[in-house]
């Protein structure tokens, strides 16, 4: 069955603590993308990336980083200077023009 | 002005009753729209695509104007388990980058 996996469901970061949640994909698209939702909130684009080995940033990247090094992998790091990483992360992906078929998700919060 | 803006509502309305949203766009280049449902703490979830012909999909119904640069959605007869919020979407020209609305919620009670 073609989709998008993102694990973990949930994560707990302590204080200064960099995590990485992850984001893979089996549907071939070239686009990934990485979104933030806080509560009773839109989405928020953090980082996005076109093709293997090359990615942008979004509106809201102080404080995260990503890498695609595979074309069915986005992992995105989260690092000591988000300050504030409570919330929901969501990974999509697409062909160009195309709509985005969403992950589950990956609620993140701080212990 | 936002790229994409919508009513963040909540609309409330009845079992049955028939109700639509709008969403404008900035980007008059944009050829594609689309509109996802989103269920609480859940992943948004592609509702219909939007064409400069429209689309209809059982009581769904999407519309594009493009002279005012909106979209709408209709939803006729609505059922309880269409209460969710409701994302307009609309890609850039370049056709990567999308820009989601911030959502319109929909409660619809018995």
């Known amino acids: 069955d073609g989709g998008i996996t993102q694990s973990p469901k949930y994560l707990f970061r302590k204080e200064g603590q960099n995590v990485t949640l992850s984001c893979e994909q089996n549907l071939n698209h070239d686009a990934m993308y990485w979104y933030r939702q806080d509560p009773g909130q839109g989405l928020r684009l953090i980082y996005y990336s076109q093709i293997v080995n090359d990615f942008q940033k979004g509106d809201i990247a102080e404080g995260y980083s990503v890498s695609r090094e595979k074309k069915e992998s986005f992992p995105l790091t989260v690092t000591s200077a988000q300050k504030n990483p409570t919330a929901f992360y969501l990974c999509a992906s697409s062909i160009s023009g195309q709509p985005q078929h969403f992950g589950d998700g990956t609620r993140l919060s701080i212990l | 002005r936002k790229e994409v803006e919508q009513d963040p509502g909540p609309f409330n309305v009845p079992e049955g009753a028939t109700v639509a949203f709008n969403c404008t766009y900035s980007?008059?280049?944009?050829?594609?729209f689309f509109w996802y449902r989103q269920d609480c703490r859940k992943e948004p979830k592609l509702l219909m695509s939007?064409?400069?012909s429209g689309n209809e999909d059982g009581r769904f119904t999407a519309q594009l104007n493009r002279a005012s640069q909106y979209i709408s959605l209709l939803i006729r007869d609505s059922k309880l388990s269409d209460s969710a919020t409701y994302l307009c979407?609309?890609?850039?020209?370049?056709?990567?980058?999308?820009?989601f609305g911030a959502g319109t919620r929909l409660f619809v009670k018995a």
């Open positions: 939007v064409y400069s």
């Open positions: 979407v609309c890609p850039n020209t370049g056709g990567f980058k999308t820009i």
């Open positions: 980007n008059s280049a944009s050829q594609s």
